[in-house]
């Protein structure tokens, strides 16, 4: 998507790390962020648009967040294997959770098994490994256990936290939060990517009438609205189908 909009003869790309938000008497101006380089630059706009993701180190300037900790994601890549059905994710209802199975390349299976609680077993001592072979791997495909096993022999084994947060927001004046930065829910879903790309669509039809950005006023009240509404219209349902 980086690539598609450079296209545009009105967006201009830099890459940096963003540190910190500028404001003046209550309203943020802008943003200061570092290059590769080292160096510290500012950029100043009507409207700073905060969306970088669930480890946002900026929502609390904008909103009071409460995360909360549902359980661990561990990631394995499956090699040279098959999914039960070509082209389809594939939910695994296990016990004590589910265990999630998708394609990424011609002859890579990603595999994500979710581990309730806030401790996870320690990958060193080798926890890990025989939780994985013993309570997970009985419970999948029998196509896929081989490989599954062939994985964890070989330690790569990575891990993630999940995590959940309703949306708090703070309005502010000049700045708004939007996607995972905003509110998360459990990424099993895989809601993400869609309640920010429907953040988007609402967005710009809230500041489509608006002409001038800089009118800080009006702009400070659509952005207000934007909160409000998107709350109301995001209603997803998400089945499962058990065989």
Partial sequence: MSSESSYFYSVRLEQGTVTRLI???GTVKGV???TKKGEEITAYAPLTI???GCFSNLRRSLSSPQVE????????????CDLPHANYGHIVLGDPSPILFYQISSTEIRCLVDIPGKKLPSISNGEMAHYLKTVVAPQIPPRLYDP???VI???????MPNRSMPANPRPTPGALLLGDALNMRHPITGGGMTMALYDIVLLRNLLRPIHDLHDAST???YLQSFYTLRKASYIFNIPVKVN
């Fill in 23 to 25: 404001e003046e008497e």
């Fill in 32 to 34: 200061q962020y570092k």
């Fill in 50 to 52: 905060v969306c970088d």
């Fill in 69 to 80: 900790n549902l359980s661990f994601f561990v990631g394995l890549v499956l090699e040279n």
């Fill in 148 to 150: 599954f096993i062939a």
């Fill in 153 to 159: 022999e070989k330690g790569n084994i990575r891990t």
């Fill in 219 to 221: 702009l400070c009240n």
